[in-house]
């Protein structure tokens, strides 16, 4: 049987695939609640962007994204690699401390270009390297992690602080936030994530927690470039658990949750071949209502995905959310409990 692995490298950026990833995240969480959030806690504009009910592909047409090219990004992994030697990781206040402006400014035009270059030479100091990482990274012209989930990490954030916290909850979403990454942005944080949460492991030695990285990071990774000033201070105390949650898993974060690998096995192996895959996406854990969902159009990605988030609801047990969400299903689409 053919690795999951493979099977998500060449299915990831189809519809068929991203779709399926956006309806498991909808069962990890809570959607609908994001939308009542005030425009004090959640920028308004990304409302529009967040509609809970549709499933369709996140656009990666940004000019972030074709600004982060795979050859930018081997020059920035050649200084990820460098950071990462022991005698580098282990320097008191890495990633805090400040290297010399001009050196600086020159690894910053070399990763912009995206040219080959050497660290071997000694030219560079860890914090020289470190310093200009962090600025290519706030420098993109959208977060590493894009805005267009950013309401899913504010509302993992709240998960981490309340009373019904659930570490595989969490897990679980952060894993399937990442699929739906942009391959370059996903390559890019995978390495930078294996780099952080090795830096962590070396604490005793480097002073730099989990939770120190992320202080520093998180206005990069996650706070919309819009958020300014006393805005981007308070989002950033407000997510920078989650990603210092994401520093201590490291690159387990890009593992598959078993349920959806169940999924994409069902989906995207099947004897009939992949072209299946262009006309229909079920669900092994949703379709529950066969009879609703045997008059949905297989034709119809979004259709077919929300008949099965619909099952789905009705089919776990009552309770105030559940009521509410059903509700407001009812709302948008005019579908009946």
């Known amino acids: 049987m053919e690795p999951i692995e493979e099977v998500v490298k060449r299915y990831r950026n189809t519809e068929g695939f991203q779709m399926l990833v956006q309806t498991h995240l909808s069962f990890v969480l809570d959607l609908s609640t994001v939308l009542e959030k005030s425009p004090s806690e959640l920028d308004e504009g990304l409302f529009k962007k967040w509609n809970v009910f549709h499933l369709g592909t996140p656009s990666t047409s940004t000019e972030a994204t074709k600004e982060l090219t795979m050859d930018k990004i081997a020059s920035v992994e050649q200084i990820i690699a460098f950071l990462g030697l022991e005698k580098n990781i282990t320097q008191e206040g890495i990633f805090r401390k400040t290297g010399a402006v001009t050196r600086q400014k ?126 981007m201070h308070s989002t950033s105390q407000k997510l920078f658990g989650i990603v210092a949650r994401m520093i201590d898993i490291g690159t387990n974060l890009f593992d598959i949750p078993n349920m959806l690998a169940t999924d994409i096995r069902a989906n995207f192996m099947r004897e009939s071949g992949p072209s299946d895959c262009a006309t229909s996406t079920n669900t092994v854990y949703t379709f529950v209502d066969r009879e609703k969902t045997a008059k949905v159009d297989t034709r119809d990605f979004t259709d077919q995905s929300l008949a099965a988030l619909h099952s789905h609801v009705q089919a776990l047990p009552d309770s105030a959310m559940k009521k509410k969400f059903l509700k407001d299903f009812q709302r948008v689409h005019g579908k009946k409990e």
């Open 106 to 231: 020159n690894l910053k035009t070399i990763l912009n270009q995206g040219t080959p270059f050497s660290l071997e030479q000694g030219a560079y100091t860890a914090n020289d390297c470190a310093c200009a990482l962090k600025t290519f990274i706030a420098d993109l012209e959208e977060p590493l992690l894009t805005e267009l989930y950013y309401p899913a990490y504010c509302q993992l954030a709240d998960l981490m602080k309340g009373k019904d916290f659930s570490d595989y909850r969490i897990l679980c979403g952060l894993q399937l936030l990442m699929l739906l990454l942009p391959e370059a942005n996903s390559a890019l944080f995978r390495s930078l994530i294996e780099l952080l949460n090795r830096v962590a492991q070396y604490q005793g030695e480097n002073k730099m927690s989990a939770d120190n990285l992320a202080i520093i990071f998180t206005p990069h990774l996650l706070c919309p470039r819009k958020h300014g000033g006393a805005n």
